[in-house]
Each structure stands twice: as C-alpha cells, then as structure tokens.
C-alpha cells in the first residue's frame, strides 16, 4: 500500500477500514490523494448527518402542530426541504448548523482538514503557491457549512410514511 494511504488509514481508523500494514516504498499521485481525501471527507460528512439526524429524530416537538402527522423535528425539516419552508425555518436552520458546527468541532485535526479541504477556501489554499498559503488556513465557518449542505441533501432525499403523507396532503391542498 502506497505511504500516502498509511497516513489517511491512520488519520480514519474507525471510520474506514484499511489494511494495518503498509509498504512505504512508493509515493501517491497528488490525485490519487486528493480522491482519497475526497472519501474520508464524504465518510465523515455521512456520519455527522447521520447523528445530525438522529439527534433531531430524537426531539419529538414540531411546530406544524398535531395534526401535521409529523412526529419528531427531523421529519418536520425532511418536509420544509422538499416542499416548502415555513415561517420557523430559521429556527430549524439554526439547530442544523449548531448540531453540525459541534460535531465538526470535536473532529481531530486531520479529519477536519479533510473536510475543509472539500470547501472552495479548502480548495483554493490547496492549489495556491506554497510561498502564498498560509500555514494553518482552516477555518471552522467553511467546513461547517459543507457538512451542513450535506446534512440538507439527506434531507431532501430522505422519506417515512408520515413525510409521505404530509407530502401527499400537501400537494392535493395546492
């Protein structure tokens, strides 16, 4: 296995499986790095989600009211996603990025550098001159914000029988 894979493997352990030796005899490409930080981030972005998620399934107030047939905070954001923001929205947008900015905030050092370097800041400090770049750009504002569009994708794409039927209602009002 290639060094530059022994130093992301390292840097995962836990969230992507590797082999636990390696041989450092030959370099990685520059893309071929790039594209395995590209897949750590992508892992770390899908497991923030996922506690995103389940943290706000976990709060059973919605402010659709009873009737809405939505049972928890995460189903109300799924339908304010895909049909239609509501006045409390910011509200909810709010708790989104609060939930995504703490668990971006405990990553160690080398996950959340593989994260803000998917950011366009991310991006442009790495295509920089080394003579211009600043030694230690990352900031958590840019890669708090990647996760939380990523967090918003699940969103739109994710479904339940209640999302569903608050759709179904929805749609047949219009």
């Given amino acids: 296995m290639p060094h530059g894979w022994c130093i992301v493997a390292t840097a995962v352990k836990g969230i992507c499986r590797f082999a636990p ?11 071929e790095l790039e594209k395995v930080i590209a897949f ?9 989600a996922y506690k995103v998620m389940l943290d706000l399934r976990k709060m059973p107030c919605t402010m659709s009211g009873d009737d809405s047939g939505l049972s928890n905070v995460w189903e109300e954001i799924c339908v304010q996603v895909q049909y ?23 990553l160690p050092i080398e996950l959340y550098n ?6 366009d800041p991310g991006f442009d400090w790495l295509y920089a001159s080394p003579e211009t770049r600043n030694p230690s750009p990352a900031e958590s504002t ?5 996760v939380y569009d ?9 479904s339940n029988k209640a999302v569903r039927r608050y759709l179904r209602r929805a749609s047949e009002r219009d």
Avoid: G, N
């Fill in 21 to 31: 030796t390696c041989e450092m005899t030959t370099a990685m490409e520059p893309l």
């Fill in 40 to 48: 750590v981030a992508d892992r770390i972005a899908r497991k923030i």
């Fill in 84 to 106: 239609e923001e509501s006045h409390c929205w910011d509200i909810y947008e709010q708790m989104i990025r609060d939930l995504v900015e703490s668990y971006v905030d405990e």
């Fill in 114 to 119: 593989a994260v803000w370097l998917q950011t």
């Fill in 142 to 146: 840019s890669a708090s914000k990647w």
């Fill in 150 to 158: 990523f967090v918003i994708s699940r969103a739109d794409s994710w």
